[in-house]
């Protein structure tokens, strides 16, 4: 379902629609979130955008980066922990970036400048309903461990190796992992990672047939502006969620860039 809103108020009634749950009493979404700046684009992951024949560069692309990254490695040889430390720092991977807060996912929609004459989108995915297309296996471990995402201890449990998973089912299906805390980055992003079982699945396609389980919240070009500034006050910034120096001059940089005039209509 796709939903085009018209103010600040009305996205943020849209971005925490369905999160109270009954049996908490609490305000607990399921849902996880993708800023986009441009609605128009797909989810086409980072290893897809290599081109033709990109399923076969995964493996030696994991393999090698295992192979000149060890020494930065501070965590258990698992396939899922390189993974996560791989698309941290870009390597092209099968995963997506996603958050489970809706304030991080609206700074990836307007964080460009350059994109302020370009509707924005955030998408979100209810993590738990995903569960339900799950092989048994899999499902059995999110109930032993009464959880609803994976760790990279769960999956090497079932999974030991992309390959392994792969061959889980034929029948492809996503999963939610949450990466370790290599850094503080991850923490403040709260992220966590969209994983697809087949290389060559992209995620929207496979959520096209499963409406019930996705939305897309359109942000229109006009309204980029006032979210930025109102995110800005919140202190939801390239400061807070790229810990560093380099996160704090990419704030300033677009903190104080004057505003662009409207153009001009016909």
């Known amino acids: 379902m796709e939903i085009r809103v018209t103010s600040w108020n009305e996205l943020n009634e849209r971005l925490y629609e369905e999160s109270w749950q009954e049996g908490l009493g609490r305000f607990r979404s399921n849902f996880a979130f993708r800023g986009m700046t441009d609605a128009a684009h797909d989810l086409r992951t980072s290893l897809m955008r290599l081109g033709d024949g990109f399923e076969k560069l995964e493996t030696p692309l994991l393999r090698t980066f295992r192979r000149y990254a060890y020494r930065y490695a501070s965590f258990e040889d698992l396939t899922w922990n390189w993974l996560a430390l791989a698309q941290h720092h870009s390597l092209p991977t099968r995963m997506l970036d996603w958050t489970y807060s809706p304030y991080v996912a609206l700074h990836f929609a307007t964080e460009d400048l350059n994109a302020y004459d370009t509707d924005g989108v955030i998408w979100c ?103 930025r500034d109102k995110l800005d006050q919140a202190n939801v910034t390239e400061r807070v969620l790229f810990p560093g120096l380099d996160g704090l001059s990419r704030w300033l940089q677009r903190y104080y860039t004057p505003k662009r005039p409207a153009e001009p209509t016909a």
């Open 125 to 227: 995915v209810d993590y738990v309903q995903t569960n339900a297309f799950l092989p048994e296996s899999l499902q059995n471990m999110l109930v032993e461990e009464g959880a609803n995402v994976f760790t990279a201890e769960m999956l090497h449990t079932t999974a030991g190796s992309l390959a392994d998973l792969d061959a889980l089912t034929e029948e492809p299906f996503v999963l939610f992992f949450e990466p370790p805390s290599l850094d503080d980055r991850i923490v403040n992003q709260f992220a966590l990672f969209a994983l697809m079982s087949d290389p060559s699945v992209r995620l929207d396609r496979w959520l096209r047939d499963r409406p019930d389980l996705w939305r897309r919240i359109v942000i229109p070009a006009a309204l980029k502006s006032e979210v």
